[in-house]
């Protein structure tokens, strides 16, 4: 029985905290900030600069 409880408590943990993840690419101001660290300053200038980033041309980069 206590390795069943075991067993769930793992299972759980794991479902939890696959759920919590964060594209840093396509996250809004409010997924960015949920991260440890990320205020929403630091969110605001990480999605100005994902959207720059996505506006450029191919050229750019060659």
Do not use: C, H, W
Not at 3 to 30: E, H, K, Q, R
């Amino acid at each position: 029985m206590k390795v069943f409880y075991l067993t769930l408590f793992f299972v759980f943990f794991l479902v939890t905290t696959a759920a919590a993840v964060v594209n840093i690419n396509t996250g809004d101001l409010n997924e960015l900030t949920s991260l440890p660290g990320i205020g929403p300053v630091k969110a605001k200038a990480i999605i100005q600069y994902t959207d720059l980033v996505k506006n450029r041309s191919i050229s750019v980069y060659r």
